[in-house]
Each structure stands twice: as structure tokens, then as C-alpha cells.
């Protein structure tokens, strides 16, 4: 029987990675990252690029392809969730091809199931942003160099694609250019004639020009991620459990197993081919195959690991520039390493490789059910928020909006994510609408302010919608100053898992 192609295999296990990540991704109510770029996507394009001059520049690229894809197919949930799903598709297809090339097939396969499951892979596959994008960029970027590395004399065109898309990753993500490092490091651990090195440099080089505006701006708008240094980011539960298990420590405790297994095996591997090598023959280093051919699977995945954490880890005390999602893009080196710590079990047990694998996409499965839930992404409940308005609200009356809370967690985002509940409704508070603002979000006025402007006039029912941490503990934003404009609390009040609606009627 003739083995299925290296090609077929990586749209296989790219399809079913994509299926998975698609199905039940309209579910979780979308959640203030979201809001940002279904918001920032539904602008004008000069509209776009004007807030991008004050904030967000390193997302712009990704805003204006979900201007473009939303064009054409909307701003539902699930339709701005599946390029994200695409994205991992195409993610998973790569490290099929890296484990195919470097290993064998028996370790693609399973690498390809190992990404398909991995609850980093299946969460941003379902979150309308760019870090399932940047994950499949770095893993095609690092699909070209070691193409590129086995050929003695690789054409410009290789150098070129390879530049270009490291120039597009960089605007898509802008911590796509830390493998630069990465990959530098692989072309150092591989025996390739200079003017490899100086094609690479070259296409590097190229790309580091063509990125240069949006370093010097990402520079100038660092300050958005300020909070990154307030709020603890590097918790042993998160760097153990977070960054790629879902928190799950079973399926944490198991899958770093793996990867220990997978580094210490290839280490003594390698000890032993260094030993059997006669006195003044090749040398080779730890994880680096004997063979010319290139960096062995577990060096390639282990850099690809390390150097991007590893760098953002030590960086955060000085210039905060670390939260888990960041590092999304090393998703699937944590896959291929789990997947070479199954296939060692494999060649020496059976039974002990069919176990593991078992093991882990079982603990994952639960993982992934619970990320399909409606309050999933980050407790946020908008979906329900703008149900519960749209089924009791009556045509003309006044919505008040708690703009008091978080600017990501403010209630008014459902109104932009969730529309439809609120379309016989008056937004009163309004001052600037976020498509002529300068920054992502709309601009408030407070009740009293709105009251003043005459705003309130001829309005006798106001939904006044209350972010609430906990369902017990509501906001009291703008109560006060409905009160003295003369409304009083109905008995209608719908709790939700984060908000309180509240009706308040006048009485002429």
C-alpha cells in the first residue's frame, strides 16, 4: 500500500484542526479583546488608520483583515472567530510537515493530533485575534529556513518568500520578529555553506527595514500594555499549568512529562553518536543530527520553545511586555515536543506510547468542552446582557451604560458585539461614537452630563445595565443621578453572570 504523501497528511490534520477549532466557537460570549478588533475592523479604513496613530499600531494589520473579511462575510461570533480557526489550520499543517521531514510520520501524526487538542491551540482558534495567525506565520517561516538549509544553493526566491513573510508576521504580531533569534540560532547549529548565512542575513535584513515604522511606533505606544507590570503575570499556575495546558494541571503534569522525555532522550542520543564517532571524524552537538541535513526536530521545537519566553520572561521586570497569550505562537513547539515524548514511549513500549497519547487527548477533551462555554472568554457575558434587553426593552427606550468599570469589561461593549439587542433602544450617554474617536472605544457622557444636553427628554424607561465582579455585588454607576432626574428602580431585574439589568421608570 502506497504511504500517504508528507502533503496530504498536512491538510488532513490542518482540516481537522480547523474543524475543531471552528466547531462550537460561537458559544463563549465575546470579550473585551474582541470588542477591540470587531470595533476597530468595522471602521473606515482612514477612520482605522487614524486611531492606529494614537493606539494599537501592532494590530493594525490584523484590524484591517477583519475589515476586509467581515466585508464580506459579517461581524457575527463565529464569523469572526473562523480566521482564527483557518490560522490554526494552517498552524497545524506546518508542524505536521516540520515532524514529517525532521522525524518520520508515525511522530507527524502525532503531532498533528497533539495540535489539533492542545487547549493554547483550541483557545486561540476560537478568538477573533491575531495570536492563531502569528502562530501559523512562525511555523511556515520555520517550514522555509529549514527547506532553505538543505539546499546547498537556495534560490533567491526562497529568501525572498522567507523575508516577506517574516515582514508580514512582524505587522500581523510583532513578537514574530524574536525568531530571528530563533532561527539564528538553528542556522548556527547547522553546518551550511556561507552564502546561506548571507542569504538569510540578507532577507533578515530586508525585513527588519521593512518593519522599522512599526517598531518606532510600537515604541512610542508602549504605555498600553503598562498594566502588564501591575498585574502578576508570571505565577508558577501560569507559566506551569497556563501558557499551554488550559490551566489543567493534569494534563500539564503529563504533558511536560512528555516534553522532559522527549529532550532527555534525544540528549542521550546524541551523547552516544558523539561516542561512536571515531577520534577526528565530524563532531556533532547535543540535539544536532551527525548528518548535514539540518537540526534535529527536538532542537528546532525546543528553541522555538524557549528563546521567545525565555526572552519575554526577562524582560518583564524592566519593560512589561509578558502575558500568556503573547507566546501563543509557541504553541506548537510545545506540540511537536509532546509528540517526540510520545513517539520515544512508542519505540520502546508500545503500549507505554499508546497509553500517553490516550492520556493526553483525553485530559484535553474537557479542556476544550469548557472553553465552548458561554461565559469562557474571561467571565464575559454580553451575549446574554443584550438577550435580556432585547426581550424586555420597548420601542424608544433609554439605554445607560456602567462607565465606570474597566474600559474592556464596560457593559456598552455589548451593544457593538451584540447589536441586536439593543436596536429599538437610545443610546443617551453617547458623546463620541468609537468610529470617530481616536482610540478603539466610544466616548461617555455621564447621566447628569446627558441630562444637561437634554438627552433625557420625552424619555420615561431607561435600562440602566450594571457591571458586577461577583452577581451579588453590582456597580451603583449613575443610580444617583437617575434618581434625581426623577426615575425609581422597577422590580425588573435580570442578573447575568457579570452585569445587572435594571429598568427605571418616570413618573409624569
Keep these: 500500500m502506497?504511504?500517504?504523501?508528507?502533503?496530504?497528511?498536512?491538510?488532513?490534520?490542518?482540516?481537522?484542526?480547523?474543524?475543531?477549532?471552528?466547531?462550537?466557537s460561537w458559544i463563549p460570549s465575546l470579550w473585551g479583546d474582541e470588542a477591540?478588533?470587531?470595533?476597530?475592523?468595522?471602521?473606515?479604513?482612514?477612520?482605522?488608520?487614524?486611531?492606529?496613530?494614537?493606539?494599537?499600531?501592532?494590530?493594525?494589520?490584523?484590524?484591517?483583515g477583519l475589515h476586509l473579511w467581515g466585508h464580506f462575510f459579517?461581524?457575527?461570533?463565529?464569523?469572526?472567530?473562523?480566521?482564527?480557526?483557518?490560522?490554526?489550520?494552517?498552524?497545524?499543517?506546518?508542524?505536521?510537515?516540520?515532524?514529517?521531514?525532521?522525524?518520520?510520520?508515525?511522530?507527524?501524526?502525532?503531532?498533528?493530533?497533539?495540535?489539533?487538542?492542545?487547549?493554547?491551540?483550541t483557545y486561540m482558534g476560537e478568538e477573533a485575534r491575531s495570536f492563531a495567525f502569528s502562530a501559523a506565520i512562525v511555523s511556515w517561516l520555520t517550514v522555509l529556513l529549514l527547506a532553505a538549509l538543505r539546499r546547498e544553493r537556495p534560490r533567491a526566491a526562497w529568501w525572498v518568500g522567507y523575508g516577506a513573510l517574516l515582514c508580514v508576521g512582524t505587522y500581523v504580531f510583532l513578537y514574530t520578529v524574536l525568531f530571528v533569534l530563533v532561527h539564528g540560532v538553528l542556522i548556527?547549529?547547522?553546518?551550511?555553506?556561507?552564502?546561506?548565512?548571507?542569504?538569510?542575513?540578507i532577507a533578515v535584513g530586508g525585513a527588519i527595514v521593512a518593519?522599522?515604522?512599526?517598531?518606532?511606533?510600537?515604541?512610542?505606544?508602549?504605555h498600553q500594555i503598562a498594566y502588564l507590570g501591575v498585574i502578576p503575570q508570571l505565577s508558577p499556575p501560569t507559566l506551569f499549568g497556563g501558557l499551554w495546558f488550559g490551566g489543567g494541571w493534569p494534563l500539564a503534569t503529563a504533558g511536560w512529562a512528555l516534553v522532559v522525555l522527549a529532550v532527555v532522550m534525544e540528549a542521550r542520543r546524541r551523547v552516544l553518536e558523539r561516542r561512536a564517532l571515531p577520534i577526528g571524524g565530524p563532531r556533532s552537538s547535543l540535539f544536532l543530527p551527525v548528518s548535514p541535513s539540518g537540526p534535529s526536530l527536538v532542537l528546532v521545537a525546543l528553541t522555538w520553545l524557549l528563546m521567545p519566553t525565555l526572552i519575554l520572561i526577562a524582560l518583564q521586570p524592566i519593560v512589561p511586555d509578558f502575558t500568556a497569550r503573547y507566546v501563543s505562537f509557541c504553541a506548537p513547539a510545545v506540540a511537536l515536543l509532546v509528540a517526540c515524548g510520545i513517539d520515544e514511549l512508542l519505540r520502546r513500549r508500545w503500549w507505554a506510547g499508546v497509553v500517553?497519547?490516550?492520556?493526553?487527548?483525553?485530559?484535553?477533551?474537557?479542556l476544550y468542552v469548557g472553553q465552548r462555554t458561554l461565559y469562557a472568554k474571561n467571565g464575559s457575558d454580553w451575549a446574554e446582557v443584550s438577550a435580556a434587553v432585547g426581550a424586555n426593552a420597548h420601542h424608544g427606550?433609554?439605554?445607560?451604560?456602567?462607565?465606570?468599570?474597566?474600559?474592556?469589561?464596560?457593559?456598552?461593549?455589548a451593544l457593538h458585539t451584540y447589536p441586536a439587542g439593543f436596536a429599538d433602544t437610545a443610546d443617551v450617554t453617547l458623546a463620541v461614537p468609537f468610529a470617530k474617536n481616536t482610540t478603539w472605544r466610544d466616548s461617555a457622557y455621564s447621566v447628569r452630563h446627558a441630562a444637561a444636553l437634554g438627552r433625557f427628554a420625552g424619555i420615561d424607561r431607561v435600562w440602566l445595565i450594571e457591571y458586577a465582579a461577583t452577581p451579588s455585588t453590582p456597580d451603583s454607576y449613575g443610580v444617583t443621578?437617575?434618581?434625581?432626574?426623577g426615575f425609581h428602580e422597577t422590580s425588573t431585574r435580570i442578573t447575568t453572570h457579570h452585569a445587572l439589568v435594571a429598568l427605571y421608570e418616570r413618573t409624569r
Design 211 to 222: 518593519t522599522a515604522p512599526l517598531l518606532i511606533a510600537a515604541v512610542g505606544q508602549h
Design 356 to 366: 500517553a497519547g490516550a492520556l493526553v487527548l483525553a485530559l484535553s477533551v474537557p
Design 481 to 485: 443621578d437617575l434618581t434625581a432626574l
Design 36 to 64: 477591540t478588533s470587531i470595533m476597530s475592523a468595522q471602521r473606515s479604513v482612514p477612520s482605522l488608520f487614524t486611531m492606529l496613530g494614537h493606539v494599537d499600531a501592532v494590530h493594525g494589520t490584523y484590524y484591517l
Design 397 to 413: 427606550d433609554a439605554v445607560v451604560f456602567d462607565e465606570g468599570a474597566h474600559p474592556s469589561k464596560r457593559p456598552r461593549l
Design 74 to 121: 459579517g461581524f457575527s461570533p463565529f464569523a469572526v472567530r473562523l480566521p482564527s480557526a483557518i490560522a490554526v489550520g494552517l498552524a497545524t499543517a506546518a508542524v505536521v510537515l516540520l515532524a514529517n521531514r525532521l522525524r518520520d510520520t508515525r511522530t507527524a501524526v502525532v503531532a498533528g493530533l497533539v495540535c489539533a487538542l492542545l487547549p493554547r491551540v
Design 188 to 201: 548556527a547549529a547547522s553546518r551550511v555553506p556561507r552564502r546561506v548565512v548571507r542569504g538569510w542575513l
Design 2 to 24: 502506497r504511504a500517504t504523501s508528507p502533503a496530504v497528511l498536512a491538510a488532513a490534520f490542518g482540516a481537522l484542526a480547523t474543524v475543531l477549532s471552528a466547531v462550537g
